[in-house]
């Protein structure tokens, strides 16, 4: 069977991040941090006391809240080869993602984290400057001030070079 293993591998970090760092403690919907330990508990049964499960926990414990992209791949692998040997496993992660993403869209919240992301839960806010942008991996609308600070857009106003 195939599943996300990405996306699962994004929860699961998600849940690691929250519970270390009360992430969630509330700010994310029950019916999502209920999910999101569900997932984990489906993955921990099929994968037991495996290496990237340890690690994955063990880099979310720290200050950073960040899981490397080894670990990430790692999971999203194991995630993977047990779901082609098993097919009640990875069909337990997929109802459990499809009841995760259904709890997301309905609480108006999302999930998201992406390689080398911390994870936020919720509204966040970034700034950029000298013309820079400040979002990467995006749950959600963006709205993007285009003005300067007087009132006029910052040039080139179209592709190719800036004008003299």
Same mark, same amino acid.
């Given at each position: 069977?195939? %599943?996300?293993?990405g996306?699962?591998?994004?929860? $699961? %970090?998600?849940?690691a991040?929250?519970?270390?760092?009360?992430?969630?403690?509330?700010?994310?919907?029950?019916? %999502?941090?209920?999910?999101?330990?569900? $997932?984990r508990?489906?993955?921990?049964?099929? $994968?037991?006391?495996?290496?990237?499960?340890?690690?994955?926990?063990?880099?979310?414990? +720290?200050? @950073?809240?960040?899981?490397?992209?080894? +670990?990430?791949?790692?999971v999203? $692998?194991a995630?993977?080869?047990?779901?082609?040997?098993?097919?009640e496993f990875g069909?337990?992660?997929?109802?459990?993602?499809?009841?995760?993403?259904?709890? @997301?869209?309905?609480?108006? %919240?999302?999930?998201?984290?992406?390689?080398g992301?911390?994870?936020? +839960?919720?509204?966040?806010?970034?700034?950029?400057?000298?013309?820079?942008?400040?979002?990467?991996?995006?749950?959600?609308?963006?709205?993007?001030?285009?003005?300067?600070?007087?009132?006029?857009?910052?040039?080139?106003?179209e592709?190719?070079?800036?004008?003299?």
């Amino acid at each position: 069977m195939v %599943i996300e293993a990405g996306v699962v591998t994004g929860y $699961l %970090i998600a849940w690691a991040v929250s519970k270390v760092h009360r992430v969630a403690d509330g700010l994310v919907d029950p019916s %999502i941090d209920a999910g999101l330990g569900k $997932l984990r508990a489906v993955v921990a049964a099929k $994968l037991g006391a495996h290496p990237a499960l340890d690690d994955l926990a063990e880099e979310a414990a +720290t200050d @950073e809240g960040e899981v490397s992209e080894l +670990t990430r791949q790692q999971v999203e $692998l194991a995630v993977t080869a047990a779901a082609l040997k098993d097919d009640e496993f990875g069909q337990a992660v997929t109802e459990a993602v499809a009841q995760l993403r259904a709890a @997301e869209q309905a609480s108006g %919240i999302s999930v998201v984290t992406g390689a080398g992301s911390a994870v936020f +839960t919720g509204d966040a806010h970034a700034q950029a400057s000298g013309d820079g942008f400040a979002f990467g991996q995006v749950g959600g609308s963006v709205h993007m001030d285009r003005g300067s600070a007087d009132g006029e857009r910052p040039d080139p106003s179209e592709p190719g070079r800036s004008r003299p």
